[in-house]
């Protein structure tokens, strides 16, 4: 099955289903083998791993490169969280066509002004899209995919910007008529109230995905009751490889030897597994000449 | 001072210094913030992160794009694990043009053929670089640098190809006539007694840079002792990294929740830190009308 | 001296002075062949032959691929047309100090919103940037530079909007006070009227850049006249690889041989000798062992 | 019909066909309309349009981003002129795996070694690849892509190197077991007996191309004689336009001004018309809210 289709399937699920996040081609990797069924390419932590902010300081063809790797690495469906569509109209459609030649599955768009800023940022401050704009935004993407299950997924900031219940409703409705694959309701407060708030007035119109990055101690059971379509675990894997890194860089710098740190960490064999060295070596085997490496 | 002064003083310390890997801007961050003098641009690791096998799967230009990311979120020098200058003289001298322009304090390149493969995978297989034209190379490379500080390591693989200590001096000194600033002197064995008998014969002719990857149990204090000048650990921050996303993934894949994460791994606020958000809010308090974000 | 000094004191000169377009690496070299002092890197020519719309379909690292092969072929300096800067304030700056890692010795930018479309297509329908928020782009981007002969060049688009003089010299009082080096006044009249009421009232607060590509039919001394600082040639040498690849292309396919086509046509050497065939095999001497081409 | 099969129909037509060449979006584009079936991606335009040396100076990923502007503004296909496949037998099939996503109806690689310098500069000096070690890497080709009618062309170099008749025919075939799909002869005669002695021996085992830049003034009805497949035109449109620009510049430079070059040259309409303004000024009406260009 394409990727596309099985993004399809795990948002259109009756179920409610996962994705975690990913950040290169090692951390999507990793993602696959633990057993997610999708992974989610977060513009934060990409833009985090790369060095930079999460407000397009990298430019929209560096992210497609790290997407490329990605999926290179993988074979399950991805689903980039792809800002504003990094401009227009016009930016949003060309974008779509360059992630269908990448095999990446589907994108999320937001509803915020070029330049963006993190939602965790501010979000109060920061101003929405006029509906119309972003709705033509839409239509352009459905109207560019060549692959009818290439999914569009549109994430309402209204709660986030302080506009309540009335205008996210609004919103996701005008984004369903324009005929978006489903909505993302984002929201920063600890609890779900916003979530759940919304969930019942929507009354399933479309597949709802969330992020529960700031309501973490929410039980999962309750976006299974709500019906929920599907959770983004956003951000865990890039915030452990800090946590790890700050860690070991502090042991090794201070005790001057990488001794004691050798058991806690992946084997060295363990990176050849995951690059998939054993494969290059089956593939010499076949099409390299005895004695000779090949230039 | 510029970053190229800072690794060539460095290098040519009296004390034993350590270099700590890092493979894209988090981990480069991460590495400076340690408190590291220097970065170890690892081959194996910035592959690994990107996904690919360390085997010239990547680019040179999509090696030099991870470096610009890392060496624009850092104000440490960066040492380039340039593997065999990614072809003959003539790419390895672009190399050395386009690592100074993105601010790259050195390069190491090693005798081996182009495309590489990593020295820990059937390293006794692989044929050597002709002494000639790798001294060539390096001749080449020095008279292209601009900044006269600018490093050109040179990598003896010998001693992993099997071909002893006679082998091994005879390559040092040929790229000691040649210009090189110091030689990396490579080995897999899980002791210390190649690199021990090298630095008898070597006799402090030019600095000495090893990588103790796999006698990692050997004491530091013997490397100050035998004359090392740099001790480079290789690839730490990638395998933490891996240990860490594996775990973290597994749990949150198998409790469908987030919330037990949450304790272990980096805050979102430690996120933002790292990615210099509150430099661009004073920056939006300088340079935009206020209630405007610019576009 | 550096490209920067050189367009400073280029754009400074007593004299009216000339940048002619180029849009890639060989263009770029032909330009410095023919004995001009400096390049325009016009937008729309580079977007014209990446094969896209002057309309930001290109990314800004895209844009900055192509400066660096035109930086690298040629000693005279660059002046990017920089459209908007690429977004806000925050965007405008990183693009200041990726021009200067490559050498490109200033940019202009022009008072319109992200994403741009060409002036001479709609112009008149096209919205200006708010005056403070372009104002404090500006301001960013000098505050960022390191090299103090950088320069960067506000374009106004008022004339081409339809706003008039008194706009036009509101907004390039605004920008003179921001601290921009020069500015740039557009028309798309076919006579040198605007320009000229401009002029009168301006009295060479900065120094005035143009670009006739329009009023191409105005004679060169009235620009000396009337103080003009430097005369843009923008788009030619795009423009003219076009008729001539219609031509032979034409050509070719009608008569299935290129025997005519031979004499029309630069050679083979002199390909070779714009890409300095020449110090490669020089080079090749110098640093290959006889009989060896490296690897 | 996929631009692949549609290069497989031209390879294997019993009609004579012609490739001309094209080095970036804009070239692709006046090929297409000038009515030729099909593109050549050439190596050696391609490395001076972007200012560089034929001698893989450009990585082989620039080359795809050149590769991918060109098969997005063209619906007919692209042979790729892919040098010896920028490495050994694995980076060979990751190039094959890369061309595929971007549309890229086929590769030729050529029997030399990495890094290649130009077949017309020093031809015979040039080693020659070991024939099992280029069939394999054939092999590997052929094996990784994912849609059947993929074309993998052979180029065989053993005429340029002075290896004469009987090698060119044990290498053709030699290939031709390894499953290419053509194979292409070249020689660097003035005239076409190279080509001719070959012809009569290989009895059409396999479709055979050419590229005659050096044997220009031979008639094409003798390519039709002898049952060449494909001529390919290799890069009359970079020399073109060196000549036109070289021409333009000078003109411009000498009587500092345009005026005069105004009738030679292409309008601006027709830099507009080529990049498809128009299918955006109507993208804008069906998606962008009166008076609204979006953001």
Not at 65 to 91: C, H, K, Q, R, W
Not at 168 to 177: G, K, N, V
């Amino acid at each position: 099955m394409r990727k596309t289709s099985r993004l399809k399937h795990l948002i259109n699920s009756r179920n409610l289903e996962f994705l975690m996040e990913a950040h290169n081609g090692l951390s999507s990797k990793i993602v696959e083998e633990t057993g997610f069924k999708g992974i989610w390419a977060s513009g934060l932590s990409i833009s985090a791993g790369l060095g930079v902010r999460d407000n397009n300081e990298a430019s929209w063809t560096q992210i497609l490169d790290v997407l490329e790797f990605m999926s290179d690495a993988t074979s399950i469906p991805i689903l980039l969280d792809g800002d504003t569509g990094y401009g227009n109209f016009n930016n949003a459609r060309r974008l779509v066509a360059k992630l269908e030649q990448r095999n990446i599955a589907g994108v999320c768009i937001e509803d915020k002004l070029f330049p963006k800023t993190n939602s965790f940022i501010n979000g109060q401050a920061q101003p929405l899209a006029d509906i119309d704009e972003f709705c033509g935004k839409i239509k352009a993407m459905k109207d560019t995919q060549t692959d009818e299950d290439f999914m569009v997924v549109a994430r309402v900031e209204s709660f986030i910007a302080g506009w309540g219940l009335e205008e996210t409703l609004r919103r996701a409705e005008a984004y369903h008529q324009a005929g978006v694959d489903a909505v993302l309701i984002h929201s920063h407060r600890s609890d779900i109230s916003e979530i759940e708030s919304f969930m019942k007035e929507w009354q399933g119109r479309l597949p709802v995905v969330i992020v529960p990055t700031k309501y973490y101690a929410t039980p999962t059971k309750r976006f299974v009751d709500m019906g929920i379509s599907v959770a983004i675990w956003a951000n865990h894997n890039l915030r452990t490889s800090i946590a790890a890194m700050q860690k070991i860089s502090k042991q090794i710098f201070q005790e001057e030897r990488i001794a004691n740190a050798e058991s806690e960490i992946a084997s060295l064999e363990e990176v050849f597994r995951l690059q998939r060295a054993e494969e290059l070596q089956e593939a010499e085997q076949k099409y390299l000449p005895s004695g000779n490496r090949g230039s």
